[in-house]
């Protein structure tokens, strides 16, 4: 009897186990004899920090040269000698390590690996923020308070500054499918909002958890997110932070304040809107930043200003450089995108990052202050354009079009109700710093040939010496000749 009753509980164990195995709650697993990429590491190169990009659900192949005694990994993998090891990339965006040890040496030494994100290690570079009037993004647009009209300008002047910092960047925006595994266990299957918009977005995460199974692969070319709200984003920001080990870049308060503004530097108070909300008491909320954290978050905006140009220092209105035309445009972004349009299908910029522009708009925080003064030192902004840009001019004028689109573009988001997409950053070891800001030489691209005007004038200044006639008065490129004008009449 005792040995039946082992086999029969062996066997109910049995198909447990395989029953676990084959639920929807199982990680995907792949073929570890399908390798899609091998990489060769030298030894030599563990003694420093080493980070390798990734893409989710790859097969690799890493092979040192010099014996392994040990492979440390949570990552489902196997060895094929005594140096090589394969391992399935997660299907999550993030961060993971393996760790090596050799057979002459005790301590551990890590690979990092970065899944779907780039590393970014800048060491003092020199990088262009805003974006030029010459160009024009110097909008005046006319302002109405209780005390009166005024005329407010709408501009960020270009300048370069100095950086040094190590970041890491989502390649691409954040998906659909990332949002919903991540999410799982805050997205409600029946939403309750008292707002009819909100209640629709609510109703689609839903929609999309009801088709999902918790644990499926995230494919590394979903559908990029486009209806998530301010909050929403800090909130998955936190969550990726804590699934790493990470601290939590935002701490997140209650408030009776409904006024949303940048109350301090790093300080905020947002429109408060989640997956789910029963009621309207809480209609705004508390979100301030822990500058003792190095987990995910959102770009700041002279940060996404920098990530978007890829390291250009010229004076360009978009990632598709001086050649302005549709075609050579829509190479680099989508426009008039049908629904669905899969992250990653176009030209990345310099920095390897895919989709800065069309296919979603993307949230970004002001740091300290908002330079617009008709976004009323509200929060957060839109920056990089939708799919919904107009590409035809027979189209309905719902959004701008597609020559509108530049550095300078942005939307307002006033109090964080207008969804969007968004990627996120994070600084490895909290190192960021910038120096001050730099005059930028203004370059003008004609007929494929490049002028500094502060050069030209040099040159001028010496021939008109040689003829012995008085210099000529150089107006820099900042200089804004419609103000002079003004002034004069």
Known sequence: MKKISLSVFSFLALCILLCTACSNDAPYKADLSQIQRTIDIARDSLSNELWLEVEKNEVIKLCLDSKVRTWETKLHSKTFNDSCLAFQVPTLIGVDTIKVYFPDDSSSHNINLAVGMKYLNFKNEEVLLGYSTMLGSGDVLMITTTKGSYFAKDEDPERLKSVTATYLVDKYPVTNCEITQLMWDSIPMNPSHFDLTQQFYAEKWALRKKNSSHGEKCPAHDTAASSIF???????????????????????????EENHKIKLNGHYIIRYIDFNQNNNENYSIDVSVDNSSDGYRLPYYDEWMMLARGGVKKHIKAPWGYDTTFENASKYAKFAAPIGTPVGQLLPNGYGLYDIFGLVEEHVLFEKTNPFEFL?????????????????????????????????????????????????????????????????????????????????????????????????????????????????K
């Open 230 to 256: 301010l909050f929403q984003a800090i909130k998955y920001a936190n969550t990726r932070s804590i699934r790493e080990g990470l601290k939590p870049y935002y701490i997140i308060t209650n408030t009776t």
């Open 376 to 488: 009323n030192n509200t929060p957060s902004c839109l920056k990089g354009g939708s799919n919904k840009i107009r590409k035809d001019e027979e189209e309905m004028p719902v959004e701008p079009h597609w020559t509108q689109i530049s550095f300078g573009y942005k939307k307002p988001n006033y109090n964080g109700q207008v969804y969007a997409g968004f990627r996120l950053i994070r600084n490895i070891g909290n190192n960021a710093k910038w120096s001050n800001d730099k005059v930028q030489k203004t370059e003008v691209k004609s007929n494929e040939k490049s002028y500094d005007f502060t050069t030209i004038g040099k040159k001028l200044d010496s021939l008109l010496n040689s003829l012995k006639i008085e210099p000529l008065k150089r107006i820099t490129p900042q200089t804004d000749t419609t103000k002079q004008k003004r002034k004069q």
